[in-house]
């Protein structure tokens, strides 16, 4: 793969930059495409979300600072810990992408038979590698970075360099990633060891964060709880951590505070010394087994394979009874769930989200919240629909948003048959809404039984949870239709697009609204005539009642039949106008 002399000058590549303009192009004209209010509501999403990061972590460092004597303590423990806890998932996120950029690119077969060199063909994928993995945790580290800055009264300078410790950071976990899946490909076939990756990262990563949520983080903020003064901060510091990136990224931003850190710039020389040693050595590495690790992808035929066949002879059988269209599309629905390493592992992580739930609510002091009010178990009840409902949005933008769309350019060919694209789509709809219907009853049973609430409560609870839940599943059809992506290469990419942004934001816009609606009846169970006496209520304040009730009852009715009908209409112009 060395460069070609005999080529004339024009002819020439021209570096690095000339294999990533393609997709700085493809990215320019996506913006171009889109309608200028699209952009501007996504750039507005955008820092509405960095504020309320950036807000958040303000406020929880300024509460941090009013902890006596330990606080600045416990505000550089923060910053450590967080970027070491990120290091470790950008590594694991390296790996994945590398492994998709460095062997399963589709536009490496026409890039190793051209006459470029290969430090050239390696940084182009050492950069798009580590943009794709590291953009949204350096964004949210950069806000996190201007948080401390403010908290720390920073000279003017910081907020210009803050995010130069950042990149070599980034760089550290890149060239790991890489050269873990640069070895892993030299043993193990690429498709083996991305999906081997995936379901143990899972796993890794649900056990991890329930782990961290078991140690009940919250009792650092209660040094009480502790035997001794000495042994709180001898548990706030583990000398080991001073050996990764982490800690150096952690003192060179601190030190750009203008705080004074010793051994700063033995740190920083550490930092971006390393960084460059640990990309020289991943260019190394790369150039002896790369190419020889992309051929064998290349001979063994596995590009494109989803997975092998499993056996579904029950699920077969309990489907017995559904007419044959119905049952061949829901049969194809669930093998490409079980064959996707992608969807179930987010649905173990899923899983994870609910168990944390769970013992959050466990966690509660619910024996000294009845001294508060004695129904205030009951409000909680109201406003866990919220918290829950949230969940079921998450849930819903993973699995029914990407449902249309994941047929590919295979959706032609099924709007061709005798299935009528109505009940297609209803189809969609409750296969996505019997699983979230389940987890939603599960949430909704287990933390009302765990906070106690009345049964009038509990039944209200149960049916805002069914309402929602359906009003949610057709969004994420409806939705999912109109931001259709066809040509995606990965199930994981639909989601994070901008209608997916959207599709969140009308979510949580209808969960709002629909808590609204049902505040009223809430404020007279509470505090107008409570439980027993709510029958006394005159007629005009039944009438308000009833009312906000009817109407939150047919937004989530609405909510539920338009959509489908809506990326019904949606869907067959898309055929007819062949879009």
Not at 85 to 106: E, Q
Not at 473 to 489: L, T
Request: net charge positive.
């Amino acid at each position: 793969m060395s460069e070609r002399e005999d080529l004339p000058p024009q002819g020439r590549p021209q570096g690095a930059l000339m294999l990533l303009r393609p997709k700085l192009q493809i990215a320019r004209n996506f913006v171009l495409s889109q309608d200028w209010k699209s952009v501007v509501l996504f750039a507005a999403i955008a820092l509405a979300v960095a504020f309320c990061l950036y807000y958040g972590a303000f406020r929880l460092l300024t509460r941090i600072d009013g902890v006596t004597i330990i606080g600045p303590l416990l505000k550089r423990y923060l910053l450590s810990m967080t970027l070491f806890s990120l290091l470790l998932m950008l590594v694991f996120s390296n790996v994945i992408a590398s492994l998709s950029t460095f062997y399963g690119s589709d536009e490496l077969d026409v890039i190793f038979a051209s006459p470029v060199a290969y430090w050239k063909v390696f940084i182009a994928k050492y950069v798009e590698t580590t943009f794709i993995s590291s953009w949204m945790v350096f964004s949210m580290l950069l806000t996190l970075s201007l948080a401390y800055g403010r908290t720390y009264q920073s000279p003017g300078y910081f907020y210009l360099v803050c995010w130069v410790p950042l990149v070599p950071y980034c760089m550290f976990s890149a060239s790991a990633g890489i050269c873990i899946s640069l070895l892993l490909a030299r043993v193990l076939p690429v498709h083996q060891t991305r999906n081997m990756l995936r379901f143990l990262g899972a796993i890794a990563i649900g056990l991890l964060v329930l782990f961290l949520r078991m140690l009940r983080p919250e009792q650092l903020m209660r040094p009480e709880k502790f035997k001794s003064f000495t042994n709180f901060l001898l548990s706030l510091h583990n000398p080991r951590i001073e050996y990764f990136p982490s800690a150096w990224t952690a003192n060179a931003l601190l030190e750009a505070m203008g705080l004074d850190i010793s051994r700063v710039w033995v740190d920083s020389l550490k930092l971006f010394g390393g960084a460059l040693v640990t990309f020289l050595f991943t260019w190394w590495l790369a150039s002896k087994v790369h190419f020889e690790g992309w051929l064998k992808f290349q001979e063994s035929g596995e590009r494109g394979r989803k997975g092998g066949l499993q056996s579904l002879g029950i699920i077969e059988r309990l489907l017995a009874r559904l007419p044959v269209e119905s049952r061949a599309l829901v049969e194809k629905d669930i093998k490409v769930f079980v064959r996707s390493p992608v969807l179930w592992t987010q649905f173990l992580l899923m899983l994870v989200i609910v168990a944390i739930y769970i013992y959050n609510v466990y966690l509660l002091p619910l024996s000294e919240l009845g001294y508060i009010h004695p129904l205030f178990p009951d409000l909680l009840c109201f406003l866990n629909i919220g918290f829950v409902a949230f969940i079921i949005v998450a849930c819903a933008l993973r699995f029914g948003y990407p449902a249309v769309s994941m047929e590919g350019t295979v959706f032609y060919r099924i709007h061709a048959s005798p299935l009528a694209l109505e009940r297609y789509l209803r189809i969609k709809f409750w296969m996505n809404f019997v699983p979230l219907l389940a987890i939603a009853l599960v949430l909704v049973v287990v933390s009302n039984g765990l906070l106690g609430v009345r049964s009038a409560i509990f039944w209200l609870s149960l049916a805002d949870a069914v309402i929602v839940t359906l009003a949610v599943s057709a969004m994420a059809i409806g939705f999912g239709s109109y931001y259709r992506n066809f040509k995606a290469e990965n199930f994981a990419q639909i989601p994070s697009g901008f209608g997916g942004m959207v599709f969140m934001v009308a979510c949580m816009a209808f969960v709002v609204v629909f808590l609204c609606l049902q505040a009223y009846p809430m404020y007279v169970y509470f505090y107008v005539f409570g439980p027993f006496l709510i029958w006394r209520a005159g007629a005009l304040q039944t009438a308000a009642l009833i009312g906000s009730l009817v109407l939150s009852v047919a937004l989530g009715v609405f909510l539920w039949i338009w959509p489908l009908k809506k990326s019904a209409q949606i869907l067959r112009y898309l055929e007819e106008t062949g879009g």
